[in-house]
């Protein structure tokens, strides 16, 4: 099989699946009965030519590259519509703004930086027995590890050993810009953690944050450290996110917190710290809320209508009627 719709060149194309035969393999190809990619599963079939009469070999490729020929024309339709989706989504949200500024002329839009926020869920239910067995099973696990180390310096591996390094620069970053800060924290209070959805019944707290807070609690054993975590988990948290996070917050003080928790921003609003930077200013934020920052790159007929609209400051969070007038 080739590939001649570039001009001026011809590829080999795999003899199952029709993908490009690597550069590499080329040459070598060129003169196989059956080119191949580098798919496990593209060889061992060719492979079984051996075993296989003739005719019937032919017959399975074949099937096999009507399958695959179907199955790539779906993945071609599937992006298409994801692009067209996410170019409405784009649409949509940029009148949302133009109308903004049509009502607020004080408003200019350079001042302005759009920014699309997700949804965290909001359904509160009682915290059932099995959850509060998992979390203390995953306390209990981790706390073992933590105390066969002796210091926080100890541990070479660890989920939050990234987040820690984040943790300092977001401080180094809000000290010399505090307007940042506010503008960070007024934003996510409007998310209501969609980011906490993916905490579980673990809360991301691993071997460094218990070692870190037996060091700072010498007086606690083990026991208590644990007691002191399960204390903490309210009667009533959001159904299917972190067994910590409740209708107002995190239940968790931040000292207890893991360094995933306490440092981790959304890419919307890494993007804005890094653009505020470059800028040299803070800029009001016109922050546009769906339920999925961007639902097409999920699935395309996944509904994401605007929730909210609101433009956020370092001073207030103003949020809008849904038809400005």
Do not use: W
């Not at 060889?43 to 032919?58: G, I, K, T």
């Not at 924290?185 to 070692?211: E, F, K, V």
């Not at 609101?310 to 038809?323: C, D, F, K, Q, S």
Request: hydrophobic share 35%; net charge negative; proline share 5%.
């Amino acid at each position: 099989m080739v590939d001649v719709t570039a001009p001026g060149s011809v590829k080999l194309l795999c003899c199952v699946c029709g993908e490009p035969v690597p550069a590499l393999q080329q040459r070598e190809a060129a003169t196989a009965e059956f080119p191949l990619c580098r798919s496990f599963d593209c060889n061992r079939f060719v492979e079984q030519r051996r075993s296989l009469p003739a005719n019937l070999f032919r017959a399975q490729l074949e099937f096999l590259r009507t399958q695959f020929r179907e199955l790539k024309s779906i993945q071609q339709d599937r992006e298409r519509r994801i692009s067209a989706r996410v170019a409405e989504e784009e649409r949509q949200n940029q009148q949302l703004l133009d109308t903004v500024l049509e009502h607020r002329p004080a408003l200019a839009e350079g001042d302005v930086q759009l920014m699309v926020i997700p949804a965290g869920r909001t359904h509160v239910a009682p915290v059932p027995p099995q959850r509060i067995d998992n979390y203390r099973t995953h306390l209990q696990e981790m706390l073992a590890a933590a105390e066969e180390c002796i210091s926080t310096s100890a541990i070479a591996e660890d989920r939050n050993l990234h987040y820690e390094k984040d943790f300092e620069r977001n401080s180094d970053r809000f000290q010399r810009t505090p307007e940042l800060q506010a503008v960070s924290n007024q934003l996510c209070a409007m998310c209501r953690g969609a980011c906490c959805s993916s905490g579980g019944d673990h809360a991301y707290l691993s071997p460094l944050i218990l070692r870190r807070m037996l060091d700072a609690n010498p007086e606690l054993g083990g026991d208590d450290i644990v007691a002191r975590y399960l204390s903490c988990v309210a009667a009533e948290t959001i159904e299917g996110s972190c067994i910590n996070q409740t209708a107002t917050g995190c239940s968790l003080p931040r000292d207890m917190r893991s360094d995933t928790c306490n440092a981790y921003f959304c890419d919307p609003i890494l993007n804005y710290h890094r653009d505020s930077e470059d800028a040299g200013a803070v800029r009001t934020v016109f922050a546009v809320q769906r339920e999925n920052t961007f639902a097409g790159t999920i699935d395309p007929d996944t509904a994401n209508d605007v929730l909210a609209t609101a433009l956020v400051t370092a001073r207030r969070l103003e949020r809008l009627p849904e038809n400005i007038d």
